[in-house]
Protein backbone atom coordinates (compact mmCIF):
# COMPACT_ATOMS: atom_id res chain seq x y z
CA UNK A 1 0.00 0.00 0.00
CA UNK A 2 0.78 3.76 0.10
CA UNK A 3 1.40 4.22 -3.97
CA UNK A 4 1.84 7.89 -5.06
CA UNK A 5 1.69 8.39 -8.63
CA UNK A 6 2.93 11.77 -10.83
CA UNK A 7 1.91 12.23 -14.65
CA UNK A 8 3.67 13.47 -16.73
CA UNK A 9 7.01 11.80 -15.76
CA UNK A 10 9.04 14.52 -17.80
CA UNK A 11 7.35 17.15 -20.12
CA UNK A 12 9.49 19.95 -22.22
CA UNK A 13 7.62 22.96 -22.95
CA UNK A 14 8.34 26.09 -24.72
CA UNK A 15 9.30 29.27 -22.30
CA UNK A 16 5.94 31.27 -21.61
CA UNK A 17 3.56 28.20 -21.27
CA UNK A 18 2.07 26.73 -18.88
CA UNK A 19 2.47 22.73 -17.52
CA UNK A 20 0.28 20.88 -15.19
CA UNK A 21 1.84 18.08 -13.33
CA UNK A 22 -0.24 15.77 -11.09
CA UNK A 23 -0.11 14.14 -7.96
CA UNK A 24 -2.11 11.18 -6.92
CA UNK A 25 -2.26 8.70 -4.07
CA UNK A 26 -3.27 5.45 -5.75
CA UNK A 27 -4.38 3.05 -2.37
CA UNK A 28 -5.22 5.64 0.31
CA UNK A 29 -6.57 9.26 0.81
CA UNK A 30 -4.05 11.36 1.37
CA UNK A 31 -5.10 14.81 3.77
CA UNK A 32 -2.17 16.17 3.04
CA UNK A 33 0.26 16.98 0.26
CA UNK A 34 3.50 18.17 -0.69
CA UNK A 35 5.40 19.21 -3.54
CA UNK A 36 9.39 19.39 -3.71
CA UNK A 37 11.69 20.59 -6.17
CA UNK A 38 15.08 19.02 -6.39
CA UNK A 39 17.77 20.26 -7.91
CA UNK A 40 20.82 17.63 -9.14
CA UNK A 41 22.74 16.18 -6.92
CA UNK A 42 21.26 17.89 -4.01
CA UNK A 43 18.01 17.58 -1.50
CA UNK A 44 14.69 18.37 -1.90
CA UNK A 45 13.52 21.48 -1.34
CA UNK A 46 9.91 21.59 0.15
CA UNK A 47 7.66 24.11 -2.19
CA UNK A 48 4.61 23.78 -0.41
CA UNK A 49 1.75 21.99 1.54
CA UNK A 50 -1.60 21.39 0.58
CA UNK A 51 -4.42 20.25 2.71
CA UNK A 52 -7.49 19.19 0.75
CA UNK A 53 -10.13 21.52 0.76
CA UNK A 54 -8.04 24.45 1.51
CA UNK A 55 -5.18 26.85 0.22
CA UNK A 56 -1.91 25.35 -0.30
CA UNK A 57 1.10 26.93 2.23
CA UNK A 58 3.94 28.22 0.09
CA UNK A 59 7.64 27.89 1.68
CA UNK A 60 9.27 31.63 1.45
CA UNK A 61 10.94 32.48 -1.68
CA UNK A 62 8.23 30.29 -3.51
CA UNK A 63 5.76 32.37 -5.94
CA UNK A 64 2.63 31.48 -5.35
CA UNK A 65 0.92 33.14 -8.39
CA UNK A 66 3.61 31.00 -10.53
CA UNK A 67 2.84 27.96 -8.69
CA UNK A 68 -0.41 27.13 -8.53
CA UNK A 69 -1.01 24.42 -6.44
CA UNK A 70 -5.03 22.85 -6.53
CA UNK A 71 -5.87 19.75 -3.72
CA UNK A 72 -9.37 19.79 -5.01
CA UNK A 73 -9.44 16.04 -3.24
CA UNK A 74 -8.24 13.34 -1.02
CA UNK A 75 -5.96 11.53 -3.59
CA UNK A 76 -5.37 14.41 -6.34
CA UNK A 77 -3.15 16.93 -6.27
CA UNK A 78 -2.34 19.48 -9.22
CA UNK A 79 0.76 21.93 -9.35
CA UNK A 80 1.25 24.12 -12.30
CA UNK A 81 3.61 26.23 -13.08
CA UNK A 82 2.67 29.50 -15.31
CA UNK A 83 4.59 31.17 -17.80
CA UNK A 84 7.24 28.80 -17.44
CA UNK A 85 10.69 29.88 -17.96
CA UNK A 86 14.28 27.42 -18.59
CA UNK A 87 15.07 28.55 -14.97
CA UNK A 88 11.58 26.76 -13.83
CA UNK A 89 13.01 23.38 -15.19
CA UNK A 90 14.03 20.67 -12.91
CA UNK A 91 12.77 17.67 -11.24
CA UNK A 92 9.41 18.43 -9.34
CA UNK A 93 8.34 15.42 -6.75
CA UNK A 94 5.30 15.20 -4.57
CA UNK A 95 4.16 12.92 -1.31
CA UNK A 96 1.24 12.73 0.05
CA UNK A 97 0.52 11.67 3.96
CA UNK A 98 -2.68 10.43 5.52
CA UNK A 99 -3.13 13.10 8.05
CA UNK A 100 -2.42 16.37 8.70
CA UNK A 101 -0.03 15.44 11.38
CA UNK A 102 3.30 14.52 11.61
CA UNK A 103 3.41 11.24 9.85
CA UNK A 104 5.06 9.07 6.66
CA UNK A 105 5.10 10.86 3.47
CA UNK A 106 5.26 8.48 0.51
CA UNK A 107 6.74 9.97 -2.30
CA UNK A 108 5.70 10.27 -6.06
CA UNK A 109 8.19 8.86 -8.56
CA UNK A 110 8.76 12.98 -10.00
CA UNK A 111 8.35 14.77 -12.68
CA UNK A 112 11.11 16.41 -14.98
CA UNK A 113 10.24 19.89 -16.39
CA UNK A 114 12.54 21.21 -19.24
CA UNK A 115 11.37 24.51 -20.55
CA UNK A 116 13.21 25.44 -23.47
CA UNK B 1 16.21 26.11 13.95
CA UNK B 2 15.76 22.05 12.56
CA UNK B 3 18.39 20.67 11.05
CA UNK B 4 19.75 17.46 9.84
CA UNK B 5 23.01 16.55 9.44
CA UNK B 6 24.62 13.75 7.43
CA UNK B 7 28.14 13.80 7.42
CA UNK B 8 29.13 11.17 5.28
CA UNK B 9 28.77 13.19 1.23
CA UNK B 10 29.70 9.30 -0.29
CA UNK B 11 30.45 5.93 0.74
CA UNK B 12 31.01 2.56 -0.97
CA UNK B 13 31.18 -0.92 -0.06
CA UNK B 14 31.69 -4.12 -1.02
CA UNK B 15 28.76 -6.41 -1.57
CA UNK B 16 27.34 -8.21 1.11
CA UNK B 17 29.45 -6.39 3.34
CA UNK B 18 27.78 -4.30 6.07
CA UNK B 19 27.57 -0.63 6.07
CA UNK B 20 26.27 2.50 8.18
CA UNK B 21 25.49 5.38 7.68
CA UNK B 22 25.44 8.04 9.94
CA UNK B 23 23.11 10.97 10.88
CA UNK B 24 22.17 13.24 13.93
CA UNK B 25 19.70 16.13 13.97
CA UNK B 26 18.99 18.73 16.01
CA UNK B 27 15.55 19.93 17.41
CA UNK B 28 13.72 21.10 20.32
CA UNK B 29 11.27 19.02 20.23
CA UNK B 30 10.49 15.73 22.16
CA UNK B 31 7.97 14.08 20.08
CA UNK B 32 8.76 13.42 16.59
CA UNK B 33 9.54 10.85 14.05
CA UNK B 34 13.07 9.70 11.92
CA UNK B 35 12.93 8.28 8.93
CA UNK B 36 15.21 6.83 6.55
CA UNK B 37 14.42 7.23 2.64
CA UNK B 38 16.53 5.48 -0.13
CA UNK B 39 16.51 7.45 -3.90
CA UNK B 40 17.98 4.91 -6.49
CA UNK B 41 18.91 6.28 -9.98
CA UNK B 42 15.20 6.20 -10.78
CA UNK B 43 14.81 9.12 -8.32
CA UNK B 44 11.90 7.57 -6.66
CA UNK B 45 11.84 8.15 -3.30
CA UNK B 46 11.70 5.34 -0.67
CA UNK B 47 10.87 5.04 2.28
CA UNK B 48 13.30 2.07 3.86
CA UNK B 49 12.45 2.77 7.64
CA UNK B 50 11.26 5.21 10.36
CA UNK B 51 11.16 5.29 14.11
CA UNK B 52 9.44 6.97 16.30
CA UNK B 53 11.47 9.46 18.85
CA UNK B 54 8.93 8.47 21.38
CA UNK B 55 10.10 4.02 21.49
CA UNK B 56 13.44 3.12 22.84
CA UNK B 57 13.65 -0.46 20.69
CA UNK B 58 15.27 0.47 17.46
CA UNK B 59 13.02 -0.01 14.25
CA UNK B 60 14.14 -2.70 11.91
CA UNK B 61 13.15 -3.98 8.72
CA UNK B 62 15.20 -6.64 6.91
CA UNK B 63 18.09 -5.98 5.90
CA UNK B 64 18.14 -2.37 7.33
CA UNK B 65 17.95 -1.40 11.16
CA UNK B 66 19.00 1.80 13.29
CA UNK B 67 20.70 2.74 15.88
CA UNK B 68 18.78 5.75 17.48
CA UNK B 69 20.36 7.85 20.48
CA UNK B 70 17.93 10.30 21.25
CA UNK B 71 20.07 11.83 24.09
CA UNK B 72 23.00 12.55 21.29
CA UNK B 73 20.14 12.89 18.66
CA UNK B 74 22.02 10.58 16.36
CA UNK B 75 19.93 8.09 13.52
CA UNK B 76 22.59 5.66 11.85
CA UNK B 77 21.56 3.35 9.24
CA UNK B 78 22.88 -0.14 9.29
CA UNK B 79 22.49 -2.05 6.38
CA UNK B 80 23.33 -5.56 6.48
CA UNK B 81 24.08 -8.00 3.90
CA UNK B 82 24.29 -4.98 0.94
CA UNK B 83 23.23 -5.68 -2.44
CA UNK B 84 23.64 -4.19 -5.84
CA UNK B 85 20.47 -2.75 -5.44
CA UNK B 86 21.25 -0.76 -2.56
CA UNK B 87 22.72 1.44 -4.62
CA UNK B 88 21.56 4.79 -4.28
CA UNK B 89 21.28 8.21 -2.33
CA UNK B 90 20.00 7.84 1.30
CA UNK B 91 18.35 11.12 2.87
CA UNK B 92 18.03 10.82 6.42
CA UNK B 93 14.64 13.14 7.55
CA UNK B 94 12.77 13.81 10.90
CA UNK B 95 9.57 15.51 11.42
CA UNK B 96 8.43 16.71 14.62
CA UNK B 97 4.79 16.47 15.70
CA UNK B 98 3.71 20.42 17.12
CA UNK B 99 3.78 23.25 14.69
CA UNK B 100 6.25 22.71 12.03
CA UNK B 101 5.23 19.53 10.68
CA UNK B 102 7.33 19.35 7.18
CA UNK B 103 10.26 17.14 6.75
CA UNK B 104 13.74 18.51 6.90
CA UNK B 105 15.79 16.33 4.95
CA UNK B 106 19.59 15.84 5.41
CA UNK B 107 21.94 16.31 2.34
CA UNK B 108 22.15 13.00 1.68
CA UNK B 109 24.80 10.40 1.33
CA UNK B 110 25.39 8.70 -2.10
CA UNK B 111 26.07 4.78 -1.76
CA UNK B 112 27.90 2.85 -3.93
CA UNK B 113 27.86 -1.03 -3.54
CA UNK B 114 30.83 -2.59 -5.52
CA UNK B 115 30.01 -6.10 -7.28
Known amino acids: GAVVSQHPSWVICKSGTSVKIECRSL??????MFWYRQFPKQSLMLMAT?????????EQGVEKDKFLINHASLTLSTLTVTSAHPEDSSFYIC????????????FGPGTRLTVL | AQTVTQSQPEMSVQEAETVTLSCTYD???????LFWYKQPPSRQMILVIR??????QNATENRFSVNFQKAAKSFSLKISDSQLGDTAMYFC????????????FGTGTRLTIIP
Open chain 2, 51 to 56: QEAYKQ
Open chain 1, 50 to 58: SNEGSKATY
Open chain 2, 93 to 104: AFITNFGNEKLT
Open chain 1, 27 to 32: DFQATT
Open chain 1, 95 to 106: SASRSAGADTQY
Open chain 2, 27 to 33: TSENNYY
